[in-house]
């Protein structure tokens, strides 16, 4: 499974996100009295991250499944009902396929989305797109492995570094509440 966003930010907050600062440990901060002094947050990461990373564009085709459309969630939740009960999901709706936990369970409709075939036998779609946990504005995409020579990227950009001074990379980090260190 290969992922990817609509946009390069939308790509950062998605992979950044495990960085953000802990709830709990930001509730206790905020019951810290200040003294005056500013004090560091947690939510660090550090440069030496960015070095074994890159960043491409690529140009996707093939049938993607809008899994958060109407039709989507309506033929998901008939073909998998006992699964959904089975993770005590009281209803599947949109908010049902972004819940973080039960993981397991948003694995078992793509695995179901990837087993579809068409009547000649070949895979049916290429991958599943949906809307961001973490923003609306971010729609995202996970590829399925090519079956044959047919990729869902029809054109791909050469992968380029990341560079810490990358706008997209620091709005993100903005967005997030994570400071860049060791720069």
Request: charged share 25%; proline share 5%; hydrophobic share 45%.
């Amino acid at each position: 499974m290969l992922y990817a966003s609509s946009s390069r930010l939308g790509a950062f907050v998605e992979v950044l996100a495990r960085f953000r600062p802990d709830l709990e440990l930001l509730r206790e901060l905020a019951e810290i009295e200040d003294d005056g002094e500013a004090a560091a947050l947690p939510g660090e990461l550090d440069v030496s991250w960015l070095a074994n990373r890159v960043m491409g564009v690529a140009q996707l085709q093939g049938e993607f499944v809008e899994i958060g459309h109407s039709s989507s969630l309506a033929h998901v939740r008939a073909a998998l009902a006992p699964r959904v009960v089975h993770y005590g999901i009281d209803d599947l709706d949109a908010s049902a396929i972004r819940l973080s936990v039960p993981r397991s369970f948003t694995q078992e409709i793509s695995r179901y989305v990837y087993d579809q075939s068409t009547p000649e036998g070949d895979r049916r779609f290429a991958g599943i797109t949906y809307l961001s946990k973490l923003g609306d504005e971010f729609r995202n995409w996970a590829l399925f492995e090519p079956a044959g020579a047919e990729s869902p990227m029809a054109e791909e950009s050469a992968p380029l570094p990341i560079e810490a001074h990358d706008p997209d990379l620091n709005r993100a980090l903005e967005l997030l509440r994570v400071r860049l260190v060791g720069c």
